[in-house]
């Protein structure tokens, strides 16, 4: 009768263990959101302080507040709304169009042997030209519409999503291919079951990137002269118009799509992606 003594002890040593592990990673979490919300809010005291105080020129870094009385002040009489609209718009549709082409090229190039050497050296010496460069070329074809700038967007992503998704289906372990074609997995279902599922962490991490390089792309592309709308021209004429105020407004707003663009794509990954470990 004493056997099952040393069982029970085992098994509540391990609901302990699992129990301070879970309190364990539940304080680290909220440890981790208290640094991520009180840091920006520390620096911001300190950059209100300095800028009262004239330990910093006002006249270059405006204090928070005032920045924020003209974010509100532009976003109520629609100024802010005015260049926030396009951005948006060339961000969403030239991105998602050359990320979704990029992704295709890539599980088919990463897929096709044949395919990659066609296309491979094409794609490696274009992928380096700045994409800005070529800015100047789409607006002598298209002149100063928005599909220059589109395609500036699309070709930006187009590149990145292709290299990741190429590389993603590369990194696929040989031996799940080998399992997948030994349960009958060919064709289609082969695609569907395991190219795609083992390329998709590698086309996140893509998307992420794809997303900080499009936003940098679409705020160049707008401080030039073909553009009378969008942040970028916000900030370019405020800074050539010496407002300050407005040009940290165009730089917050820019930051602010970059961060809710980059936690989507988190989100959806964790959503998505549900095998994956959380980091």
């Known amino acids: ?12 040593r391990t609901l302990d263990a699992a129990r301070a592990h879970r309190a364990r990673e539940t304080r680290l979490r909220t440890r981790d959101l208290v640094l991520s919300i009180a840091a920006p809010i520390v620096l911001v005291v300190l950059w209100e302080l300095c800028a009262r105080l004239l330990i910093i020129d006002p006249r270059f870094f405006p204090p928070p507040t005032k920045i924020l009385q003209a974010l509100v002040e532009m976003a109520w009489d629609g100024e802010l709304w005015k260049h926030t609209g396009p951005t948006l718009l060339r961000l969403l549709v ?31 010496a274009l992928y380096p030209l700045p994409k800005i460069a070529i800015f100047p070329i789409l607006l002598m074809i298209f002149g100063p519409t928005e599909l220059p700038k589109i395609i500036a967007v699309f070709i930006t992503t187009f590149f990145v999503m292709q290299i990741a998704t190429v590389s993603g289906v590369w990194a696929i372990d040989r031996k799940l291919l080998e399992a997948g074609r030994a349960y009958g ?38 401080f030039t002269g073909a553009s009378t709308t969008g942040l970028g021209y916000l900030i ?24 809710v663009l980059t936690t989507l794509l988190s989100r959806s990954e964790k959503l998505l992606l549900p095998w994956r470990r959380e980091s």
């Open 236 to 259: 370019w004429n405020s800074w050539q118009l010496f407002i300050p105020e407005k040009l940290y407004v165009g730089l917050l707003v820019i930051g602010i799509i970059g961060a």
């Open 94 to 124: 030239g991105g998602g169009l050359g990320a979704l082409t990029g992704i295709v090229f890539g599980l088919l190039m990463g897929s096709s042997r044949a395919l990659n050497a066609a296309l491979g050296p094409l794609f490696s």
């Open 185 to 222: 997995a060919t064709g289609f279902d082969r695609f569907r079951f395991v190219v795609l599922p083992g390329a998709m962490p590698f086309v996140f991490s893509g998307l992420k990137t794809a997303t900080g390089t499009a936003v940098v792309v679409v705020t160049a592309v707008e």
């Open 1 to 12: 009768m004493s056997a099952p003594a040393p069982t029970a002890t085992r098994d509540q």
